[in-house]
C-alpha cells in the first residue's frame, strides 16, 4: 500500500506544480486519509518541497476506522497536545524553504487561515479546490473489495432483521438494532446514521428514526450502510409488514423500482451523470410523479458516504469504469408512505459484465 499512497501523492504534486504551487497542505480529513494511509483527529498532510509530512497531535493509534500510516510517510507529532496540525505544516513548508503552498480553503476557518498567515507571511496561499476528491473519484480494486466487504456486512445486517419480529417495535429501535448489528458482522460502524422510516414516514431520503411503531400494513423503509476500513458503502429497501401488499403499494412500488432498474441500466463508462438521472426519474415524472422527488438519483461513495459524482438533473460530467455510485429514486406520498430503493454499484465496461451491484439483499416486495 506504500507505494498505492506514494503514487497517489505524486499525481497530486504534479497538479500543484502544474498550479504553480511548490507546496500543498490537506486538512480534510477523508483527504488527509486517501493520501496518508491515516487520519487521526485532527492531522494535516503536508506535501513538501523536500519531505512528504503527517503532522499530528498524538501518535497515529492504527485503529481500523483511522487506519495505518503509509511506513514510508514521516510522522512528525507536535509537542504535548495543543498545537494545531495544519498552521504547524505550513510553518514546516516555509521552513523547507517554499515560497508557495496550496491550501483546501473550503476546509480551513477563517481564524486557521488567519493563524497560517501569522506563522508564515511570506508564503503565498493558492486554493486546491477540489484536486483530492477529483483523484478519489476513480477507486483502485483495493478500495473497491473494501466497498464489497461493506455491503456484504450491510446485507447480512440487514437480512438478519428481516427474519425477526417487527411488529410493535419503533423506528428508533429497529435503526439501533441495525447499527449494532453491522458491528457485530465486521464493521467499523454504520457509514451514517440509519433510516428507518413506517407508514407515513416510509419513503423519506434521509428520514430521521422515530419513536412510532412499526404496524401491520405499512411500508417499512430502511437505509444503512457499513463503515469498513473506512469506506463506506449504501443500501435502501422498502417492504410491507405483515400482511399482503394493498394495490397502491404494488402499484408504487413496481414504479420505483423501475425507476430504479432504469438508473442501473444507464450506468457506463461514458455515461454523462445527468443522463443517468434523467433515465430513473423521467419513469417517475411520467407516472405523474414531478413533485417532491429527490433532488438526485445518486451519488458517488468512499472514504465519504456522499462523494462526486452527482446523479442530478444539473450535473456537469461523464462515469469512467471503477467509479463506485449509488443509485436510490424513490416517491414519498405525504400522508401515506413511499417508497425506496436504493444500491451500491461500480461501473464497470460492458465487456466486464457491466455495472457490478454490491448490495443484493432482493428488491422483491416482501410482506414480513
Avoid at 514521516?74 to 521552513?95: K, M
Avoid at 465486521?186 to 451514517?192: E, N, R, T
Avoid at 410491507?240 to 420505483?256: K, M
Avoid at 433515465?279 to 458517488?300: D, F, I, K, M, N
Amino acid at each position: 500500500m506504500s507505494e498505492v499512497y506514494a503514487t497517489r501523492r505524486a499525481r497530486l504534486r504534479d497538479r500543484c506544480q502544474a498550479g504553480g504551487s511548490q507546496s500543498a497542505l490537506i486538512s480534510r480529513p477523508a483527504n488527509v486519509r486517501y493520501l496518508a494511509g491515516a487520519a487521526s483527529r485532527g492531522s494535516a498532510l503536508l506535501l513538501g518541497r523536500t519531505e512528504d509530512l503527517l503532522v499530528c497531535t498524538s501518535p497515529p493509534d492504527e485503529r481500523p476506522g483511522i487506519g495505518r500510516p503509509d511506513e514510508f510517510l514521516r510522522v512528525h507529532t507536535l509537542p504535548g497536545a495543543a498545537g494545531d496540525p495544519a498552521v504547524a505544516a505550513a510553518d514546516l513548508a516555509a521552513e523547507q524553504g517554499a515560497d508557495s503552498l496550496a491550501v483546501e480553503e473550503q476546509h480551513l476557518t477563517v481564524a486557521r487561515h488567519r493563524a497560517i498567515r501569522s506563522v508564515a507571511p511570506r508564503l503565498r496561499l493558492a486554493d486546491l479546490g477540489g484536486a483530492v476528491e477529483q483523484l478519489r473519484v476513480i477507486k483502485d480494486e483495493e478500495e473497491i473489495s473494501s466497498l464489497r466487504i461493506g455491503a456484504e456486512i450491510a446485507d447480512q445486517a440487514l437480512g438478519e432483521l428481516l427474519e425477526s419480529i417487527l411488529v410493535g417495535r419503533t423506528e428508533r429501535h429497529l435503526a439501533l438494532e441495525l447499527e449494532r448489528r453491522l458491528v457485530d458482522h465486521g464493521a467499523d460502524g454504520p457509514a451514517f446514521t440509519t433510516s428507518v422510516g413506517t407508514g407515513p414516514n416510509s419513503g423519506r431520503r434521509g428520514h430521521r428514526p422515530t419513536d412510532r411503531r412499526v404496524e401491520e400494513g405499512d411500508f417499512l423503509s430502511v437505509c444503512l450502510g457499513a463503515n469498513y476500513r473506512g469506506y463506506r458503502c449504501e443500501i435502501g429497501r422498502t417492504f410491507v409488514i405483515g400482511t399482503s401488499p394493498a394495490d397502491w403499494q404494488i402499484e408504487l412500488y413496481d414504479l420505483v423500482f423501475a425507476a430504479q432498474r432504469a438508473g442501473r441500466e444507464a450506468l457506463a463508462p461514458g455515461a454523462a451523470y445527468r443522463d443517468v438521472d434523467r433515465a430513473a426519474r423521467q419513469v417517475l415524472e411520467s407516472a405523474g410523479h414531478h413533485e417532491g422527488l429527490p433532488a438526485l438519483t445518486g451519488h458517488g461513495v468512499g472514504l465519504e458516504i456522499d462523494e462526486d459524482p452527482q446523479l442530478a438533473p444539473a450535473a456537469m460530467g461523464k462515469l469512467d469504469a471503477c467509479v463506485p455510485v449509488t443509485v436510490e429514486p424513490g416517491v414519498h406520498l405525504p400522508g401515506r408512505g413511499g417508497v425506496r430503493i436504493d444500491d451500491t454499484l461500480v461501473v464497470r465496461p460492458e465487456a466486464d459484465g457491466g455495472p457490478e451491484l454490491l448490495t443484493i439483499t432482493t428488491k422483491e416486495l416482501l410482506a414480513l
